[in-house]
């Protein structure tokens, strides 16, 4: 049998464990954090350095793969990421294991960005979106496994489980790319716009690093994050004028003159950071509002990214069946929209059960989210740009998914102090209400065997308790109010961005007859 027959599962495969190991081994370096003894700030770059080297490097291939050759590129840093991950399960220091993640992220965005290119050349023209859409696939799938290991597994068997989990497949990888070796696709031409590569990287720095500073800070409210926001910008303004004006650019800046293209590229940052956001909050959710315990909470999580895949395959079908993918977008918001809004109005005795329908439906619409934008933009751009489309959206999921921690930490925060501090009047000394539930609660703890002073003292500190967590559970909800609101203005623009394009194909004169 023809070996070329393997090459598109076996670049499904790569892709899918290059976007498992983009999320897996980095979200869990809060037990890194205590293995090694290291800072919540530093042991949180295990995750940011993986994360930043590979947004870099997954475009950057397209330049670098003409240089090297795309079988060399493959090969090698295919190699590179398999010996890091194997090495980065036997590291005694936490600096090492910093090094080698962060040469990890270069390798692993080589891979996936090269694995990418090779498969869209296996398609001609006409089906470059069959090419897109098992990248998208690999892109949910292996986001997906590697939520789900670090779910079910790290808790159990600790931080380096996942490590040895991705190594046996990465060997297995490389040893299926030396025997399709020859089969592999020759290097594609690519623009020659190198340059580009240093400010696109610089762009990403700095938003980054804004990110980190804002988190932080718990704000804008430092040097730090003014700076690496003023250059990431500037960067980033940079990069635009160069794809304009240079002839054989990085990236085709005239993709923004197609207004489906440039509204579907901020839904994918969207998605990628609603995605990751939702995730997050639905942990502090429930447990540390409904004191789930962690274990339960990390299965709960589990099961649901499930359903991220159920969507996947659900829009392809809707899709092959002829629904046009600006409605699933709109479906996808609306999911969103109406989860929000169901967890922004819950009261402070709600359960776990009213927490399950609406965060089914909020999964499966970030997940219809994603695959449903990127195809929505690809109705618009000219075919011979669909692989460049596919490359760059791959880079702005991921960035989304990487600030996505950042922005909802410092939001909760901020809200739970400023309700803690709004509630304070109910714990004022001269409220008789506040006296009355001190005084029972008091007389509860002597009962259970309390000394007067400390039962008094007791009391107190479950009163002060009870304030800081209702703070935090109003918190919550505030937030997801702001993302109920947020997401019916995406459908408002959807709908506009569809009116003035079905306005102006009804201007356009009819071709004349020959």
């Given at each position: 049998?023809?070996?070329?027959?393997?090459?598109?599962?076996?670049?499904?495969f790569?892709?899918?464990?290059?976007?498992?190991n983009y999320?897996?081994?980095?979200v869990?370096?809060?037990?890194v954090?205590?293995?090694?003894?290291e800072?919540?700030?530093?042991?949180?770059?295990l995750?940011r350095?993986?994360?930043?080297?590979?947004l870099?490097?997954g475009?950057?291939?397209?330049?670098?793969m003409k240089w090297?050759g795309?079988?060399p590129?493959?090969?090698?840093?295919?190699?590179v990421?398999t010996?890091?991950t194997?090495?980065?399960q036997?590291?005694d220091d936490?600096?090492?294991?910093?090094?080698?993640?962060?040469?990890?992220?270069?390798?692993?965005?080589l891979?996936?960005?090269?694995?990418l290119?090779?498969?869209?050349s296996?398609f001609?023209?006409?089906?470059?979106?069959s090419?897109?859409?098992?990248?998208?696939f690999a892109v949910?799938a292996?986001?997906?496994?590697?939520?789900?290991?670090?779910?079910?597994?790290t808790?159990?068997?600790?931080w380096?489980?996942?490590?040895?989990?991705?190594?046996?497949?990465?060997?297995?990888?490389?040893?299926?790319?030396?025997?399709?070796?020859?089969?592999?696709?020759?290097?594609?031409?690519?623009?020659e716009?190198?340059?580009?590569?240093?400010?696109?990287?610089?762009f990403?720095?700095g938003?980054?690093?804004?990110a980190?500073?804002?988190?932080?800070f718990?704000?804008?409210?430092?040097?730090?994050?003014?700076?690496?926001?003023?250059?990431?910008?500037?960067?980033?303004?940079v990069f635009?004028?160069r794809?304009?004006?240079?002839?054989?650019?990085l990236?085709d800046?005239?993709?923004v003159?197609?207004p489906?293209?440039?509204?579907a590229?901020?839904?994918?940052?969207?998605?990628g950071?609603?995605?990751?956001?939702?995730?997050s909050?639905?942990?502090k959710?429930?447990?540390?509002?409904l004191?789930?315990?962690l274990?339960?909470?990390?299965s709960?999580?589990?099961?649901?990214?499930?359903?991220?895949?159920?969507?996947a395959?659900?829009?392809?079908?809707?899709v092959?069946?002829?629904?046009?993918?600006?409605?699933?977008?709109?479906?996808?918001?609306l999911?969103?929209?109406?989860?929000?809004?169901?967890?922004s109005r819950?009261?402070?005795d709600?359960?776990?059960?009213?927490?399950?329908?609406?965060?089914?439906i909020?999964?499966?619409?970030?997940?219809?989210?994603?695959i449903g934008?990127?195809l929505?933009?690809?109705t618009?751009?000219?075919?011979?740009?669909?692989?460049?489309?596919?490359?760059?959206?791959?880079?702005?999921f991921?960035l989304g998914?990487?600030?996505?921690?950042?922005?909802?930490?410092?939001?909760?925060?901020?809200?739970?102090?400023?309700?803690?501090?709004?509630?304070r009047?109910?714990?004022d000394e001269?409220?008789p209400?506040v006296?009355?539930?001190?005084s029972?609660q008091?007389?509860?703890?002597?009962?259970n065997g309390?000394?007067?002073?400390?039962?008094?003292?007791?009391?107190?500190?479950?009163?002060?308790?009870s304030i800081?967590q209702?703070?935090?559970?109003?918190?919550?909800t505030?937030?997801y109010?702001?993302?109920?609101?947020v997401?019916?203005?995406?459908?408002?623009?959807?709908?506009?961005?569809?009116?003035?394009?079905t306005f102006k194909?009804?201007?356009?004169?009819a071709?004349?007859?020959?």
């Open positions: 049998m023809d070996r070329s027959f393997f090459l598109k599962p076996y670049l499904f790569i892709l899918t464990l290059s976007f498992f999320i897996a081994p980095g869990s370096f809060s037990y954090q205590s293995y090694f003894g800072s919540f700030a530093d042991a949180f770059w995750l350095g993986f994360q930043l080297c590979n870099i490097t475009l950057a291939v397209l330049v670098i090297v795309n079988r590129l493959f090969i090698g840093s295919l190699t990421l010996i890091t194997m090495a980065s036997f590291v936490f600096s090492q294991l910093l090094f080698l993640r962060i040469v990890s992220g270069l390798a692993n965005g891979v996936s960005g090269s694995a290119i090779m498969l869209m296996l001609p023209k006409e089906k470059k979106g090419g897109t859409l098992i990248n998208v949910i292996g986001i997906c496994l590697g939520i789900m290991a670090t779910s079910l597994f808790q159990d068997y600790g380096k489980f996942n490590y040895l989990l991705s190594a046996p497949a990465l060997v297995m990888g490389l040893v299926l790319s030396v025997g399709l070796i020859n089969s592999l696709p020759k290097s594609p031409e690519v623009d716009d190198w340059p580009s590569i240093l400010w696109f990287s610089l990403l720095a938003v980054i690093f804004a980190v500073y804002y988190e932080e718990e704000g804008m409210n430092s040097v730090g994050f003014i700076v690496a926001l003023s250059l990431g910008l500037l960067s980033g303004l635009f004028i794809s304009l004006t240079h002839g054989k650019p990236l800046a005239s993709l003159l197609y489906q293209f440039t509204f590229t901020g839904l994918i940052f969207l998605a950071f609603h995605f990751v956001g939702m995730v909050m639905l942990a959710l429930l447990g540390g509002v004191k789930m315990p274990a339960d909470v990390l709960f999580i589990a099961v649901l990214v499930v359903f991220v895949l159920l969507s395959i659900m829009v392809a079908v809707l092959r069946q002829g629904f046009k993918p600006v409605w699933i977008v709109i479906v996808a918001l999911c969103i929209a109406l989860q929000s809004y169901t967890f819950f009261a402070d709600f359960s776990f059960n009213l927490v399950l329908k609406p965060a089914f909020g999964i499966i619409g970030a997940g219809s989210l994603f934008s990127l929505y933009a690809m618009a751009v000219p075919p011979p740009q669909v692989t460049k489309v596919s490359a760059m959206h791959n880079v702005i991921g998914c990487a600030l996505s921690s950042a922005f909802f930490t410092v939001h909760v925060d901020l809200g739970r102090v400023q309700q803690v501090n709004y509630l009047e109910y714990t001269g409220n209400l006296q009355q539930s001190r029972s008091q007389a509860l703890y002597i009962m309390y000394s007067p002073d400390d039962a008094a003292a007791a009391a107190v500190a479950g009163l002060q308790g800081k209702q703070g935090y559970f109003k918190a919550i505030q937030t109010f702001l993302v109920f609101i997401s019916l203005l995406l459908i408002a623009l959807v709908l506009l961005v569809e009116f003035i394009r194909k009804k201007e356009q004169p071709p004349s007859p020959a």
